[in-house]
């Protein structure tokens, strides 16, 4: 079945007979079968003797034998040569065979513009060029392929517009023209298809255009399939004639105005994509379909409340409304929907009391309806029919208890409750449920204890915020799962039990701001995951355990607050500590050296009987004089020394007048050749710049020139120097690329890109001058520096950028690349996006840099051809391959690129043994490897787990290998905002949980890096 051409999947196999039916049957000579063979055996010549057409021999007396022909009346009629790794053109001798009717060249590697040897083919009927490299336009006379009744060219690289003469293909049933790079118009004139039943033209940059009306004439038409088609307008009126419609999607394109209500008295109309566009209005009032499945209007920007007719879909399992801007409250009709599964409508303005019915009727699977302003109890009736996965329900205004029925839901894997007003005691059945994994309900006013035995799969606990009290139970050790407890500002007392300590699995313990006493376990035997262990704020006594300073993965220590005693043990110093807090306590003697540093100054605050070797703030010093350790020398000792020092002032003193002068004659003949062009208002004069653009101010050098560090002024101010010099004329390169760059820089304005002050220039020599970037590029802190950098004021600097730190690094270049894409006019293409081009301030923003290849469009969505590749080796797009036209979804592979290194630590370069990360990672999301283990092992956390494994999938969409199926820059801004820091990973959390969360776009290329129609869906969604 795998091998089955699409088309027989799609037709069935009565077209397959009528097709049959329709040659003339006759008797085949000897001869003919000959010359048949002939032909086939020299197509595989042609195409390099294949390894899959091995079985093509000329043993045999006749080719009809062979698996990937198809006979009738022993001749030729079918040639099926699917993923036969074929590489070369279409040779014209393949219409040598007369009785052809149908050719399947699908998923090979076929180049070239569309085949018009073809032409020849007079019988051709099937003609399936899926997902190969095929360039340039269709052309202007496909129409005399007049005997087609399929045809299929999806996922290749076509450009330009669809003829209109795809019209005149009368017999056409199958249509597809999905996943290319169609940039121009499609006609009006594929209406006058009155046969065509399938339609696909999903994933293309078309201009953008609203839907013919004409296509409403398509009264066979059963799919319709137009995602990302650069759609606008509204739906015609007209598509109520497509009476045998039964999939449509038109999700993802920029279509305005209601939902036409016509619509909906589609009889046959199964599913109904919408989602993502920029719809705007209500939905409708009035739904008269009872055949709708699925219901996806979700990421819009709809107003009103949700219609009272949805209730009256009974066939309806899926209804996702998220992310609008809905209001009003929920319809009770559609608690009462007998199979209703999904419910999604978090992040919108609903208010209200939820329904009481949900889950009575239906087989509910998924109740998402966060960050809204519900208010009421959660429905007792949610898991009734026992196949309930998750509720999803902070960040509301929900109040009451939890209730019990949940306790005995065995089905559910997530509870996420937090930021509500529920009180009360847990149902002492959730903590123990078989498939639960994650409990949130942080924020709320619970109360009880924790139980003695939690569920076997529960990794993660979060609960601060509350009114939980009672002891750590001993029974601890039974928790073998959990990897995060979130315990913080509860009513906790007694001891930290030992037990507790036996948790291999857990990553971050936080139980501070409670009332916990006694003296925490010496013996710490298996914390040898934890990364951070918060007990600050409590009444803890006793020494610091020594044990601590064991543990290998330990990052953030706080345990500010208490009564602690004793020394600091020696041993902590062995920590790569990212934060470090003992304020507070009741500490003696001296800090340890490895602590005794400005980093530090804050973590060791009132404890008066602190002291330090080196001078800290607020901490005294632990330095006495001793009166005898210095003998004072003799005075004729002294006075030697006084008259070498001073000789050798006088010599030091001489040289520098003389290098001075020299320099101030060389300095005052070459600033009359230079030309400074001012784009801000400057602190300093080109004097200044050139006089410091020595060996000891370099700090980088490229392709281009090099980097100088120069100091402005006696305030520490710095700026960096690009130097395009070698000494000679530049030669036209270097004229282009200084010139592009300061175009562009001296142009436009941005937080997100790096700022150029002015160029200055002669002859023979190009200076840019920019604001300094004190923490350098983003590939030093990834793939270079594993150690703090040292910036300016001594501040202290993470060692290894976590992974907040890094997503906000993304979000700050996504935002800079949205600027030029979407906010510049003319729009402006880097083209040479990479990490060692994103530079950080001492605040580590994000910064866009080096222009030097970027190109500025004459006109929004019209693509350039450059007359070189550029760019860099690892961060190419992949039609760089094969085209030298560029647009700005080149940058966006690029930019995919960054944020595969961002979460995984691995380099552009350097996937594996024999792939780039790209590949890399494409071939381990397609053999069906957990993501978690493509992360960065450095960064990566139970809390975080999630939204790095959401910024791995859109990396893939990034790079997919079609242009046409990549996200906009701003539609890759918007998914990484979404992805912002949770409040568990010590961010504040808006947005909707991402294990239900859909994600932008689709996959390309699961298998091999290339994809299927079939797949198309496969990153739709993330459970």
Partial sequence: MSKMPLYFRKLGLPLIFLSLLSIPFCVISQGQATDELTVLLNLKQQ????????????????????????????????????????????PPSICDLKNLTQLDLSWNYIPGGFPRALYNCSKLQILDLSQNYFVGPIPSDIDRLSGLNYLDVGGNNF?????????????????????????????????????????????????????????????????????????IGGIPESFSNLSSLEHLD????????????????????????????????????????????????????LTGSIPEDFGKLQSLSLLNLYWNQLSGHIPVSIAQLPLLRYFRVFGNKLSGVLPPEFGLYSPLEAFEISANKLSGELPKTLCTNGVLLGVVAYSNNLGGQVPESLGNCNTLRTVQLYNNNFSGELPLGIWTLFNLSSLMVSQNSFSGGLPSKLAWNLSRVEISNNKFSGPIPTEASSWSSLAVLKASNNLFSGNVPEELTSLSRLIILSMDGNQLSGELPSKIISWKSLTT?????????????????????????????????????????????????????????????????????????????????????????????????????????????VLVIAMFLAAVLFSLFVIREYRRKKLRHDLATWKLTSFQRLGFTEASILSNLTDNTLIGSGGSGKVYRVAVNDLGDYVAVKRIWNNRKLD?????????????????????????????????????????????????????????????????????????????????????????????????????VKSSN???????????????????????????????????????????????RVNEKIDVYSFGVVLLELVTGRQANS????????????????????IADALDEEIKEPCNVDEMATVFKLALVCTSRSPSTRPSMKEVLHILQQCSPSERCGGKKVGPEFDFMPLLGSSTYLSSYRRSRKADDSLVYSV
Wanted: with cysteine; hydrophobic share 40%.
């Fill in 47 to 90: 195409w390099g003797n294949p390894p899959a057409l091995q079985s093509w021999t000329s043993s045999t007396a006749t080719p009809c034998g062979w698996p990937e022909i198809n006979c009738t009346g022993g001749a030729v009629t079918g040639l099926l040569l699917r993923d036969m790794n074929i590489t070369e053109p279409i």
């Fill in 533 to 641: 262990l918060n007990f600050s704020k409590n009444m803890l006594s006793g020494q610091i355990p020594a044990a601590i300073g064991s543990l290998p993965h330990l990052l953030d220590l706080d345990l500010s607050d208490n009564q602690f005693s004793g020394v600091i043990p020696p041993e902590l110093v062995k920590l790569r500590l990212t934060t470090l807090n003992l304020s507070s306590n009741r500490l003696v003697g001296r800090i340890p050296d490895g602590f005794n540093n400005l980093v530090y100054e804050n973590s060791f605050l009132s404890n008066p009987d602190l002291c330090a070797d080196d001078p800290m703030p607020n901490i005294r010093s632990c330095y006495t004089r001793s009166s005898k350790s210095n003998k004072v020398p003799s005075k004729y000792l002294a006075l030697i020394l």
């Fill in 838 to 884: 994103i530079l950080l301030d001492f605040q580590f923003k994000a910064k866009v840099a080096d222009f030097g290849l970027a190109k500025m469009l004459a006109k929004h969505g019209e693509s350039h051809t450059m007359s070189a590749v550029a760019g860099s080796f690892g961060y190419f797009a992949p039609e760089y391959a094969y085209s030298t």
């Fill in 250 to 301: 038109l999700s993802g394109n920029a279509l305005t105005g209601g939902i036409p209500g016509s619509l909906f008295s589609l009889q046959n109309l199964s599913y109904m994509y919408l989602f993502h566009n920029e719809l705007s209005g209500e939905l409708p009032t009035s739904i008269s379909s009872m055949n709708l499945i699925k219901i996806d209007l979700a990421m819009n920007n």
């Fill in 159 to 231: 450009s330009g517009n669809i003829p209109a003469e795809i019209g005149r293909l009368s017999g056409l049933q199958t249509l597809n023209l999905y996943q290319n790079q169609f940039n121009g118009t499609f006609p009006k004139e594929i209406g006058d298809l009155v046969n065509l039943e399938v339609l696909e033209m999903a994933y293309n940059e078309f201009v953008p255009a609203m839907i013919p009306p004409e296509f409403g004439q398509l009264k066979k038409l059963t799919f319709l399939w137009m995602k990302q088609c650069n759609l």
């Fill in 732 to 832: 036209w390169r270097q004229e282009k690329e200084f010139a592009a760059e300061v175009e562009i820089l001296g142009s436009i304005r941005h937080s997100n890109i790096v700022k150029l002050l002015c160029c200055i220039s002669s002859e023979n020599s190009k200076l840019l001058v920019y604001e300094y970037m004190e923490n350098q590029s983003l590939d030093k802190w990834l793939h270079k520096n594993k150690r703090a950098l040292t910036s300016r004021g001594n501040s202290p600097r993470r060692a290894v950028l976590d992974w907040p730190m890094r997503l906000q690094i993304a979000i700050g270049a996504a935002q800079g690349l949205g600027y030029m894409h979407h906010d510049c006019s003319p729009p402006i293409i880097h083209r040479d």
């Fill in 911 to 930: 996937g594996d043994e024999n792939t780039s990360l790209t590949e890399w990672a494409w071939q381990h999301y397609g053999e069906g490897k957990p």
